[in-house]
């Protein structure tokens, strides 16, 4: 089973600036990497597939890089609405497809 | 658009069954595998079962194995999850998600408290 681990656990950020957030996996899934955002009583939702390609309607300022074992998640510019908490998930090996334990981005 | 309505949960006695339902529309459900996602109150979130397009082939977390079920019924597009032997950790929002990788949409989740 592939580990994914997270860091940091919580990312307190200005709104405005700069949020980037990292995603390790324990062996290499290429670039079969996603990112999911929650907010509180809500659904994950799609952000990032493909480890750096936008799902439908999510806004540039959400980009991903990576590919191997080390992936990152950065937020140009904070918005408002942003915050909530950010899973990655590797879908290279499974089952099982597993997801990191999570980066809660709060407000600073 | 894509919607995906889930169903069925409830309190219920540990060692007791119960069986989620997940309503899909919007897209073409026999051509897609589902899975099944949980999440413990204020936890991650923990990948449950997956089946694919045409109810084939299932994979299930070990955590599950042998107690869960997942099937699909096309006539209806229906995903369900039958849970036996339900243990309080099994306790979570239960979500389904389309599939097959990434898991492009998820419905809203149902509650399942497992507790005497």
């Known amino acids: 089973e592939i580990v994914m681990t997270q860091s940091p656990a919580t990312l307190s950020v200005s709104p405005g600036e700069r949020a980037t957030l990292s995603c390790r996996a324990s062996?290499?899934?290429?670039?079969?990497l996603a990112w999911y955002q929650q907010k509180p009583g809500q659904a994950p939702r799609l952000l990032i597939y493909g480890a750096s390609t936008r799902a439908s309607t999510i806004p540039a300022r959400f980009s991903g890089s990576g590919s191997g074992t080390e992936f990152t998640l950065t937020i140009s510019s904070l918005q408002s609405e942003d915050f909530g908490v950010y899973y990655c998930q590797q879908y290279y090996n499974w089952p099982p497809w597993t997801f990191g334990q999570g980066t809660k981005v709060e407000i600073k | 658009q894509v919607q995906l309505v889930e169903s069925g949960g409830g309190v219920v006695q540990p060692g007791r069954s119960l069986r989620l339902s997940c309503a899909a529309s919007?897209?073409?459900?026999?051509?897609?595998?589902m899975h099944w996602v949980r999440q413990a109150p204020g936890k991650g979130l923990e990948w449950v079962a997956v089946i694919s397009h045409d109810g084939s082939t299932e994979y299930y977390a070990d955590s599950v194995k042998g107690r869960f079920t997942i099937s699909r019924d096309t006539s209806k597009d229906t995903l369900y999850l039958q849970m036996n032997s339900l243990r309080p950790e099994d306790t979570a929002v239960y979500y389904c998600a389309k599939g097959p990788s990434p898991f492009d949409y998820w419905g809203q989740g149902t509650l399942v408290t497992v507790s005497s």
């Open positions: 062996q290499s899934v290429s670039s079969n």
């Open positions: 919007g897209f073409t459900f026999s051509s897609y595998g």
